[in-house]
């Protein structure tokens, strides 16, 4: 890969993260809130809301089809929905640029309203899967067409009242699942889904609290149509894989302490903890409580010597954006860190296995690729160099992570993709470690 995108950034070892610091709002859980706001009537108010490229380009979305979505300051959003019936044909093709989790989820909804869309998105996004929900949503009685037998973006979908349908999913994906929920609440009768492992579970806790029947049976779900949502207000907390970035640079900057507040805990979400956990981090969990229907609380963490270890199976989809970061933290640590079952890294954003071997070797990591999974030789310190972000925002985080703990500076292209979850990355970098990250022009 080349460079994507104008600028490069040099991160600068600076010494130790200190301070307190309060994460943006949680991408998963604001992208479900404009959705089901959006099918609602009435009203609704999401506080916390994350506003980064990914959201609005949802926003911006269920705007285009008739839905009033108003950003009332930088953390609340007001939306005006028309019922599960009101939203409008868009009369132009809906972009969605980097974000996969519209993408699937949106392609869940459309598939069920009585009018032809078309999803497309950025070149990312474009070369990223999407037949793990339109086959399931075929087998539902779906229309949707796409490049490469409906499995590559641009996609065509022509709406239509679905049946119900028990799906096994055979990936542990909450995109797929919460497609399919989605698609289900449009649709009369009883849809079941089944993943082989637990997802993120943000759908099902959202319909929860706000008042849409779901039953949850281990990894069994069962949902049925329903004629109504009410408005509702939700509290969006911090999103922990905002907060994992800054946690992992805290554990390995010698003589760092670092409080991440109101951050969102969510047990499916925080298998890095257990990861870092089992390399020998102790990390300090408070103020534990439950917003709208998830758990927060403040993490406390201080710099200490890790070891290697070993994350495969269940634990990999509660930590499946943290592995980037995690791959850091496994660089700095001593002995070797094996990473298995992971083969859906190669579906995200970009081939995330291939991005982390590559650009930690030009760190000095030795890294061995396998295919669903790394093996990562720890070091007692990384060599700064120019690498390269491959325009993917958790790559260029975990870079900036490995550049602030690493001896030399180093440069990240394509800084500015960081806004896709989180726009304000660098600055808030810059405010727990002064002077770490400036912005070169090219
Ligand atoms: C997400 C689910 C995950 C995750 C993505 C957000 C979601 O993808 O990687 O960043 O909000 O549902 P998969 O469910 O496809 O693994």
Redesign the pocket.
Known sequence: MGTHGVGRMRVVPVGPVKGELTLPGD??IT??AIILGSLADGVSEIRGALQSDDCRDTAKAFRAMGVPIDELDDERLQIRGGGLRGLKEPAEVLDLGNS??TM??LTGVLATQRFFSVLTGDQYLRARPMA?VVLPLRSMGATILGRDGGNLPPLAIQGARLRAIDYVSP????????AILLAGLLTEGETTVTEPSL??D??ERMFDAVGIPIDRNGLHLRVNGVKQIAAFQVIVPGDF?AAAFFLVAALVIPGSDLTLCDVGINPTRIGLLEALQSMGAAIEISRNRIVSGEPVADLHVRSQALHGTEVAGALI?RM??EIPVFAVAAALAAGTTTIRNAG?LR??EVDRLAAILQELRRFGVQIEPRPDGLIIHGRPSLTGCHCDSWGDHRMAMALAVAGLAAEGSTEISYPSCVSSSFPDFWARLNGVAPGASVLLEV
């Open positions: 991408k998963s992208h479900r996969g989790t699937r989820l793990r990936v542990a994906s909450a995109q797929v699942k919460s997802s993120r943000h759908t894989s989809p499946v954006d859906e579906a995200k």
